[in-house]
């Protein structure tokens, strides 16, 4: 239930007869406001400012003084070219309260709407190490899920396993051929650790020897053809690798439910199915034996048009088993999403183009991300320049363990190491989704590991003093008191949990989840200023009421933790 819905209904009635009256028409965009002005609804009047010939300020509050009364609303003023609105505060605090008080953890969920929706992450070449710059994927993909799947969706996630490529083919003939003492040792005992060196060191030989390079294309071809013995080689390598990488998410309480192996497309058939069926268009053409799609119909210019699916000896690329792949979810999935980097959207284009081509009227969505940096440049697998996200981690729990027994020397050992893991990781996550996926990151330590501020361990210390106020108060009459709530940082905190639903239904199903952890810090900060303002233990007749609202918090508080992936320690 959202406690905001009757209300809007009611404001944009009022709004629309105001409108009339002016000789406006449309309708207005709404925007959530600071809950600071005190307002619940805030409408911005500069479109109208053309058609009305009047200014943002004037056409606000001629608006504002042609709102009728209604039960509903208690106040409607103007500021600044916005129509504020301000509804019935006592009415709002009881369907709130309410409303969390019964569903706890579920408060805010949409209702199962029986799609299936399919949302591949990750799908990080498996030939060394997550490095931070490929965490983004996962951590912005399995956020993502986790807000759709609140949205009333059946989400599943995959993970596209590359093992056919010409770069895990190098990692296996690194493996087969590099003696381990040109290889430099590992700091840690992990495969995907252990390995990254081989792949390193190929990569080298590569460059700079024609033998290798024979020997790798062979390879190629071998797999393309679906020689078992070499496509079981090159699996064992990924195995390997995959277990490693698969540990490093699982630190992050990333686990997928699924993994598909680029491979089974050679071998079903599939991949070769696509190339024929292709070949069969209007649009196929070749050049130099290698087969081609012109998409220039398609809204794709100058010397991009060209969509290669097959090289000159005829083998598959990677675009054709995507296509296999892609043709493969639509009929498991009522929708498809991809989370890619930004430098995938051509890429994108002439695989939805393609699809259509094939007559396929599903086309997968895509949420793109903006590539992480270091201070010092892109970071890169290959060159060896990176951070690696395990490393991350040490990091981030060994800074977070050296919080922890600086405030709390009243724990165990193995207690303090429980509440840095979940600080430190929590820290991680927040830090990098709270970004907007589209925006360029710096990756910066200092920035990365902050417990101060806008950060995990803001909102995790606001849930573990929700849970300490309860504990102390122990039994209490839970109750939704809208004539006992009063206060200004009693109702401003209020107004921030009733904002709840739509805040996880814009980040479900806009994909917009850096509204969460925004969100989550509003929710920290309006109670740290209530917590400090108004008395709650030992408040007499208001004090159910004031736990009530405290236990409201930290139901909501856990809820946007629990989207974000992040643990909601009860003690810190």
Not at 308 to 331: E, I, N, P, Q, V
Not at 428 to 436: A, K, P, S
């Amino acid at each position: 239930m959202d406690p905001y819905e009757r209300y809007e209904v009611e404001v944009r009635r009022l709004l629309a007869e105001a409108m009339s009256s002016v000789g406006a028409t449309g309708q207005l965009e709404m925007e959530r406001p600071d809950p600071n002005i005190g307002a619940d609804f805030a409408f911005p009047c500069f479109s109208l400012a053309k058609p009305l010939r009047k200014s943002p300020v004037a056409i606000a509050e001629e608006l504002a003084s042609k709102v009728d009364p209604s039960p509903q609303v208690e106040k409607v003023w103007a500021e600044k070219g916005y129509l504020n609105v301000r509804i019935d505060q006592k009415g709002l605090a009881e369907r709130t309260l309410a409303a969390i008080l019964d569903q706890k953890r579920d408060y805010g969920k949409g209702e199962r709407k029986g799609v299936k929706v399919l949302l591949e992450h990750t799908s990080v070449n498996p030939t060394g190490p997550i490095h931070v710059g490929r965490a983004r994927n996962p951590l912005i993909g399995d956020t993502l899920a986790r807000c759709i799947k609140a949205c009333g969706y059946d989400v599943s996630t995959e993970y596209l396993v590359n093992d056919v490529g010409k770069q895990v083919v190098l990692l296996t003939w690194g493996l087969e051929n590099v003696p381990a003492s040109e290889v430099p040792q590992a700091d840690r005992q992990k495969d995907d650790h252990q390995l990254v060196g081989y792949y390193q060191r190929a990569n080298q030989l590569l460059e700079s020897d024609p033998k290798v390079q024979e020997a790798i294309a062979e390879m190629l071809r071998r797999f393309e053809a679906g020689d078992e013995e070499v496509i079981a080689r090159v699996r064992r390598t990924t195995d390997r690798m995959l277990d490693g990488i698969k540990e490093s998410l699982s630190r992050i309480n990333i686990a997928l439910d699924g993994y598909v192996w680029e491979s089974q497309f050679i071998l079903n058939g599939e991949a070769r199915q696509v190339v024929e069926r292709l070949k069969a268009t209007p649009y196929c053409h070749e050049e130099a034996g290698a087969y081609y799609l012109e998409l220039s119909e398609f809204g794709i210019h100058g010397r991009d048009t060209k969509f290669f699916f097959t090289r000159s000896d005829g083998t598959t690329l990677y675009t054709t088993r995507d296509m296999a792949y892609h043709l493969d979810k639509f009929k498991r999935a009522d929708v498809a999403i991809n989370v890619l980097g930004e430098d995938q959207k051509l890429g994108q284009a002439h695989l939805a183009a393609a699809l259509k081509i094939l007559g396929e009227r599903k086309a997968p969505e895509e949420v793109y991300y903006a590539f992480v940096s270091l201070p010092e440049g892109r970071m890169s697998t290959r060159k060896g320049r990176v951070v690696y996200l395990d490393d991350l981690m040490d990091e981030a729990e060994e800074r977070a363990l050296e919080e922890v027994k600086k405030r709390r020397t009243d724990l165990s050992e193995e207690k303090m190491q429980q509440i840095a893991r979940d600080i430190g990781r929590g820290s991680l996550r927040f830090n990098i989704v709270r970004v907007q996926a589209e925006k360029a990151l710096v990756f910066k330590w200092e920035d990365a590991l902050n417990f101060e501020g806008n950060s995990a361990p803001f909102l995790q210390y606001a849930h573990a003093r929700c849970c300490s106020i309860l504990r102390k108060a122990g039994e209490f009459n839970r109750i939704a008191a809208p004539d006992q709530l009063n206060d200004d940082y009693e109702r401003k905190l209020i107004r921030v949990l009733a904002q709840y639903p739509a805040t996880l239904r814009d980040s479900g199903e806009k994909r917009r989840i850096h509204l969460v952890p925004a969100y989550g810090h509003e929710v920290a900060s309006a109670f740290n200023q209530f917590y400090a303002y108004v008395p709650v233990l030992r408040s007499g007749g208001l004090q159910d009421a004031r736990l009530s609202l405290v236990e409201s918090t930290m139901w909501v508080l856990r809820s946007v933790l629990d989207s974000l992936g992040i643990a909601a320690p009860e003690e810190m």
